[in-house]
């Protein structure tokens, strides 16, 4: 987080360590030489001039002296007599909290400098930022306590383990229900005096306004999960599209009894101003009233969706069902908790048009009245004219400061917000600093339940020193909150425990430091700010500047690991407050080794394995959902199907494409899904086809780029862009055009031999991106691809890096199978071009060019492999541009061989997919009359040669469908080719 003026402190770095090693941090002499370096610092002070062009210490201020408390220097001065008070701003405070403690940063015995100031000798001293003027955020109306033994958690549910099968879905129940995580991320695009800016620099292909956005994201998802209510102080979703409905709004209709209410504050989005705030109904045990909100989506896609309330202790557990493209799922929040701004309910996908909504329901078993206000889907653009270069940013809301989501979201588009919530000071920078504190403070409830252990807040950053500094951190400021020490101290040690124990599968290492925490002066989490209503800190999740800390913040997997550890550090600490009765449960991690497979009697069986448990992971499941899907985007309630491994599933429609996953739960929550499966059946058969996804791979080098005008280009650590493990989406699309049917599961699940590729006529395996770290084929993989081969298997296998893998830098073995069985030859690790052309006289010729992605609609592929046929194999696609060279071989012999040297799945259009698809199953299996492409010729046959068999007066073009029951080749189906059917006909 602090960043400039480092090094002219690092020449006291290895004094420092001298002086703390010979004497002992609380050594009288340590303290004493302790003194004669900050006066060095406070001399320095007095020389820097703020952007105001004063000092940043006041001439004449004086050290009073210095003394340990535990690791803690805390450092007393005194300011000269002035005429009028003495007031610093925000970043002021940072600063000189910055210089006073920069020099003990490398010190790994130093746990930070507490400054504690007084304005002429007679006053007394207080901590630093008690001289950051605050305004007042408006008080809230007092309200009395709810009777006794109401004060439970939302709406009579319980945190207590056990499988439940929903009809619609539900948030998880956990460890965290119940309780209100206020979160953000630091910095962001600020309006300065003439332009917008960041207000950190480019460093190691990261940027911490970005990284921290980044992190928060990983963060919610995890929270969410665990059970809590989440209010996040920057947008989360990376969606840009934004609509907002309020509860005046023609797309907003209702059933049941409700009241106008001209009450305040409310939200308003300026687009229908009928002069009603609200809407109110009063709850019931049994629904009578809802306000449906319905936006028209312009693209299929993921939103956040949020809630805008005003809440109050006459407020209720509120219902509220999102239904999007995969069904339905509730969320209930308790408005006598947390109200007036922007609470998310969760990220959904939804279709384009329509056809979703999501629905307030005044269902409640905890009295009160129910609210309907506003409703909002994704983010959008910055709204806020920057007051010195008079212009909008131009950037999304979530890149933006947290102080114009809070201006736009509390004065903007709301009536009777504090302006101080987002304004107070002169500088944007400054506000920016404790405005996520001061809208916690506005949205947090006390009236109904002042439990410390329901309410707490986490602010990521990321630090900076001297570029050899490396670990976690959290927090502690000058006026902390009653218990900040400890959730600093418990959070960054569970994110500094689980990341050394999960190192071996990083690129680096996990730092250890000596201690943990730092104090400083840090606005964000001071009680000026949030009141101590709640206990804050901000966590330094590592040094961007060290190019180390760098590369490991980079990898989305590493910042998934710190988000759920993130989310465990304030279970144990709330888990440990007085009179918490929040369990210390951690949710588990996803299952393992997923398969559907297809038993032909009408039956889909899924089976997994046991997520890993225990240090860096969480607790054991105790039960599992399986989640149904007709797109693989939007899920179902799931089904709660106990503490088993396997389940069938007998009512999977026939013809149809069914996607699954499956999620571990326990007391703690629920795990992260596991990947998409997809299966598609015929009544009375097995499955043709065995998707197999191999692509695993996860890291810091398949980040997309995103390039700034005037900063220069950042990778960002986006899942979803790196492998968002749902590739199978793509392949089922284009199989199930060609008619195919398939089972699917991951990779381990062949190598374990639970899923026997013998069973299955033909293969496709996905490999995307896959490479030397994760293997593209493993040789026991390359032992059972070349054993269901020689057998007369056919497969289709398809990445970038294949070739890369097995040729360029593999064993003998891995180049044996590369060139005997895959019969390619590797030439190129980069074709330099993302399209494609069909070679003529191939399976392929005639289709039209086609591209595949650059990172636009899934993920960048980047390195795809210039290849070249061998052993019998011919070229059947070529790269148009760039380098060119093969881009595919075909190989006809004793099997039927597709290999590709790019991803299938990253094929930019539907049609284009389905294209390439259908001529690999029409060459997998073209023989005669064998319509449905499964192999034989049987009943399933019978219908397609009846509609084709109208010749000789009817002739077909090259390519219709019906060209495969033309046995006889004169482009026409007669009785010339029914004894041709006769004899092809298997039954079977």
């Known amino acids: 987080m602090n960043h400039t003026r480092r090094s002219r402190w690092n020449v006291l770095v290895g004094v420092i360590v001298g002086l703390l090693t010979s004497h002992g941090l609380a050594a009288p002499t340590a303290a004493s030489d302790a003194t004669t370096i900050v006066r060095e610092s406070v001399a320095t002070a007095a020389q820097t001039l703020t952007e105001s062009g004063d000092p940043l210490l006041p001439a004449g201020t004086t050290v009073d002296g210095t003394r340990w408390d535990g690791n803690v220097l805390v450092v007393e001065l005194t300011i000269p007599a002035r005429q009028s008070p003495w007031a610093i701003t925000p970043t002021q405070m940072e600063s000189i909290g910055e210089a006073l403690g920069t020099p003990w940063r490398d010190v790994p015995e130093a746990g930070g400098v507490r400054v504690l100031v007084r304005v002429a000798p007679e006053t007394s001293y207080r901590p630093l930022d008690e001289f950051v003027p605050h305004e007042a955020v408006m008080p809230e109306p007092p309200a009395p306590q709810a009777p006794a033994g109401t004060q439970g958690l939302r709406d009579g549910r319980t945190a207590a383990a056990g499988p439940r099968t929903p009809a619609v879905g539900q948030q998880p129940i956990g460890a965290l229900t119940g309780v209100t995580v206020f979160a953000t991320g630091g910095h962001g695009w600020t309006a300065g005096s003439s332009a917008w800016a960041l207000q950190r620099p480019l460093l190691n292909a990261m940027i911490e306004d970005y990284g921290n956005l980044d992190q928060l994201n990983y963060f919610v998802e995890y929270l969410y999960n665990a059970g809590a209510t989440v209010v996040p102080f920057r947008p989360v979703g990376y969606q840009n599209t934004e609509i907002v409905l309020d509860q005046d709004d023609p797309e907003v209709t209702y059933t049941g009894a409700w009241t106008n209410s001209a009450g305040t504050p409310y939200y308003e989005n300026n687009r229908t101003v009928s002069g009603v705030g609200y809407r109110v109904a009063t709850a019931a045990a049994t629904e009578s009233a809802t306000a449906r909100y319905t936006p028209n989506i312009p693209s299929a896609d993921f939103y956040p969706v949020y809630t805008w309330v005003l809440s109050g202790t006459n407020r209720t557990t509120q219902k509220y069902r999102i239904v999007h493209s995969g069904g339905t799922t509730e969320v209930i929040v308790d408005h006598r908790l947390v109200g007036k701004g922007w609470v998310w309910l969760g990220n959904y996908h939804f279709a384009a048009g329509t056809g979703g909504y999501v629905q307030i329901s005044n269902e409640s078993s905890a009295g009160g009245v129910v609210i309907a206000d506003a409703i909002r889907f994704g983010n959008g653009i910055g709204d806020v004219v920057g007051a010195g270069p008079g212009t909008v940013s131009g950037y999304p809301r979530d890149e933006e400061c947290q102080r114009y989501w809070a201006e736009s979201e509390t004065h903007n588009h709301a009536v009777g917000m504090s302006t101080s919530i987002y304004d107070c000071c002169t500088l944007d920078s400054d506000d920016n600093v404790g405005t996520g504190a001061r809208w916690g403070r506005e949205m947090n409830e006390t009236g109904f339940n002042n439990d410390r252990w329901r309410r707490v807040y986490l602010e990521f950053h990321t630090n900076a020193s001297s570029g050899s500094s490396r670990g976690t951190l959290g927090l502690i400021t000058g006026s902390p909150t009653t218990n900040q020490a400890a959730l600093a101290q418990t959070v960054a040690e569970e994110i500094e425990n689980d990341m050394v124990a999960l190192s071996s599968g990083f690129d680096y290492p996990w730092a250890v430091l000596a201690s943990n925490t730092l104090t400083g002066s840090y606005g964000a989490i001071s009680t ?142 629920e795990s992260r899904p596991s990947e998409v499966l997809a299966v598609r059946r015929r009544a009375g058969e097995r499955a043709t086809f065995l998707v197999v996804n191999g692509f695993d791979r996860v890291g810091r080098t398949q980040d997309p780029y995103q390039t700034l005008a005037g900063v220069g280009t950042q990778r960002r650590p986006l899942i979803r862009h790196v492998n968002s493990s749902d590739y199978v989406i793509q392949q089922a699309e284009a199989l199930a055009a060609a008619g195919a049917t398939f089972d699917s599961c991951a990779n381990e699940a062949v190598i374990a031999t639970t899923v026997p590729l013998a069973n299955y006529r033909a293969v496709t395996w996905i490999l995307g991106e896959e490479s030397t770290q994760n293997e593209t084929f493993s040789n026991t993989e390359q032992a059972l691809a070349t054993s269901y081969l020689n057998g007369g298997g056919k497969l289709f296998v398809s990445g970038a890096e294949i070739g890369w893998d097995l040729d360029a830098q593999g064993s003998t073995s891995d180049r044996s199978f590369y060139n005997n069985v895959l019969k390619a030859d590797y030439v190129a690790d980069d074709a330099g071009t993302y399209t494609v052309s069909a070679v003529g006289g191939s399976i392929f ?91 034989d010729v049987d009943l399933n046959d019978l219908p397609s040669f009846g509609d084709c068999l109208h010749g000789p007066g009817v002739v077909y073009s090259p390519g219709d469908p019906c060209l495969v029951h033309d046995a006889d080749a004169d482009l026409d189906v007669d009785l010339a080719d029914v004894a041709g059917f006769q004899a092809a006909f298997t039954g079977n």
């Open 528 to 669: 000026t700010n949030n009141g101590n209503e709640f206990d804050a800190t901000i966590i330094e999740v590592a040094f961007h500047d060290n190019t180390q800390d760098a590369a490991l913040m980079l990898d989305p997997k590493v910042r998934d690991a710190v988000a759920r550890s993130s989310m465990q550090g304030p279970i144990k600490f709330l888990h440990g407050l007085s009179g918490s009765t929040l369990p210390l449960a951690f949710p588990p991690t996803a299952p393992q080794q997923v398969q559907a497979v297809q038993d032909g009697l009408g039956g889909v069986t899924v089976s997994w394995i046991a997520p890993l448990s225990g240090e860096a992971y969480g607790d054991p499941a105790a039960g599992y959902r399986v989640y149904r899907s007709l797109d693989g985007y939007g899920f179902d309630g799931g089904l709660g199907v106990g503490n088993v491994l396997t389940t069938t599933l007998s009512d999977v429609p026939v013809d149809t494409t069914t996607y699954l996953r499956v999620a571990a739960y326990n007391a703690g929550g």
């Open 845 to 935: 010729a005639g289709l039209a060019s086609f591209a595949f992605d650059n990172g636009t609609l899934f993920y960048d592929t980047d390195y795809p492999d210039v290849i070249s046929p061998l052993g019998g194999a011919t070229s059947a696609l070529s790269y148009v541009g760039g380098t060119g060279g093969t881009a595919g071989v075909v190989f006809d012999g004793a099997y039927r061989l597709v290999n590709f040297g790019f991803p299938f799945e990253t094929i930019t259009t539907a049609a284009g997919r389905a294209a390439v698809m259908d001529r690999i199953v029409g060459f997998f299996f073209h023989g005669p009359f064998d319509a449905d492409r499964d192999g």
